[in-house]
C-alpha cells in the first residue's frame, strides 16, 4: 500500500558522533515527528536517496498516521526533530503540504462510517 504524501520536508540526520543514528534509514523508516510537545508516527519516504546515512540531509515526504491531528498546525517553514523515543536523531522544516487536508478527509471520514 502506497502512503499518502502528507508534507514534504527537508530532514537532516544528526551525525553519529554528534548523538545520532548509528546506521542508515531507509524509506518507511518510522521515527517519531516532534513539534508542539508532542511526538506522532509519521512514516518517512525518500524519493532521491535509496538511504540516508547520519548527516545526510535529504527530501522527505511525511505521511501522518493520525492527519487530523494536523491540519492547520502544520505549515511550511515549521521546524520539527526526528526522535526515536526520547533521543534526537534528526531535525527538519516542512517544505509545503501536499495531501495533507486529503488525508484527513479521508482519515475522518472513515472514523465516522465505523461508528
Same mark, same amino acid.
Given at each position: 500500500?502506497?502512503?499518502?504524501?502528507?508534507?514534504?520536508?527537508?530532514?537532516?540526520?544528526? /551525525?553519529? $558522533? &554528534?548523538? *545520532? %543514528?548509528?546506521? +542508515?534509514?531507509?524509506?518507511?523508516?518510522?521515527?517519531?515527528?516532534?513539534?508542539?510537545?508532542?511526538?506522532?508516527?509519521?512514516?518517512?519516504?525518500?524519493?532521491?536517496?535509496?538511504?540516508?546515512?547520519?548527516?545526510?540531509?535529504?527530501?522527505?515526504?511525511?505521511?501522518?498516521?493520525? /492527519?487530523? $491531528? &494536523?491540519? *492547520? %498546525?502544520?505549515? +511550511?517553514?515549521?521546524?520539527?526533530?526526528?526522535?526515536?523515543?526520547?533521543?534526537?536523531?534528526?531535525?527538519?522544516?516542512?517544505?509545503?503540504?501536499?495531501?495533507?487536508?486529503?488525508?484527513?478527509?479521508?482519515?475522518?471520514?472513515?472514523?465516522?462510517?465505523?461508528?
Amino acid at each position: 500500500m502506497e502512503r499518502p504524501k502528507d508534507i514534504e520536508a527537508v530532514v537532516t540526520f544528526i /551525525p553519529t $558522533e &554528534h548523538g *545520532g %543514528r548509528k546506521g +542508515p534509514a531507509f524509506s518507511d523508516y518510522r521515527p517519531q515527528f516532534y513539534y508542539a510537545g508532542h511526538d506522532w508516527d509519521a512514516p518517512q519516504q525518500y524519493p532521491d536517496v535509496e538511504q540516508v546515512n547520519p548527516g545526510d540531509t535529504v527530501r522527505a515526504y511525511l505521511s501522518f498516521l493520525s /492527519p487530523e $491531528e &494536523h491540519v *492547520g %498546525r502544520v505549515k +511550511p517553514g515549521m521546524a520539527f526533530l526526528i526522535r526515536e523515543g526520547q533521543k534526537i536523531v534528526g531535525y527538519g522544516s516542512v517544505t509545503k503540504l501536499i495531501d495533507l487536508e486529503k488525508s484527513a478527509a479521508a482519515a475522518l471520514a472513515r472514523r465516522s462510517g465505523a461508528g
